[in-house]
Nanobody, 115 residues
Framework: QVQLVESGGGLVQAGGSLRLSCAAS????????MGWFRQAPGQEREFVAR????????NYVDSVKGRFTISRDNAKNTVYLQSHSLKTEHTTVYYC????????WGRGTQVTVSS
């Protein structure tokens, strides 16, 4: 089993920045790829970013390229999502995911961007 706990969400003004964190426990963190997803009410969960086990490879959905950065610290069992120049449309719940034979999900952290 893998347990994931997101933090760092909250209320931020448009144009501001946030760093989301996801702390993992239960398995060897460096063994699995990590990702961030988001889901607005009534909509499907969508991919935001992913990072490989070593951190050497990253991918992003086109809409966040240049604005969001995913990173990981395998010594701290934590993956991050740094965002800047946030817009109101970035308001949603962000979920952390770990991919190891199956996908494990965190419970999400709410990000609200005010105008």
């Amino acid at each position: 089993q893998v347990q994931l706990v997101e933090s760092g969400g909250g209320l931020v003004q448009a144009g501001g920045s946030l760093r989301l964190s996801c702390a993992a426990s239960g398995r060897t963190f460096s063994n699995y790829n990590m990702g961030w997803f988001r889901q607005a009410p009534g909509q499907e969960r969508e991919f935001v970013a992913r990072i490989s086990r070593s951190g050497g490879s990253t991918n992003y959905v086109d809409s966040v390229k240049g604005r969001f950065t995913i990173s990981r610290d395998n010594a701290k069992n934590t993956v991050y999502l740094q965002s800047h120049s946030l817009k109101t449309e970035h308001t949603t719940v962000y979920y952390c995911a770990a991919n190891l034979a199956r996908v494990y999900w965190g419970r999400g952290t709410q990000v609200t961007v005010s105008s």
